[in-house]
């Protein structure tokens, strides 16, 4: 049995896997982006509201009939 590897996914690019898209990044850990990103009040305050906004649209989904 193959045992496949999780896909770490990108926390800047909801519901995309993690393409290394920085330089010299291994994953979301140490990705020059990702660390830019959460070190700005205001953007790290746009990324909290768009995974609101993912997270409700994916609960409306499952609750549809």
Excluded: H, W
């Amino acid at each position: 049995m193959t045992r496949r590897l999780p896909t770490p996914q990108c926390p800047i690019r909801l519901g995309e896997p993690c393409t290394l898209c920085f330089p010299g990044a291994t994953g979301p850990q140490d990705c020059g982006l990702v660390y830019l990103v959460e070190s700005d009040d205001e953007m790290r305050e746009q990324l909290a509201e768009k995974r609101r906004e993912v997270l409700m649209s994916r609960k409306a989904v499952r609750g549809a009939p």
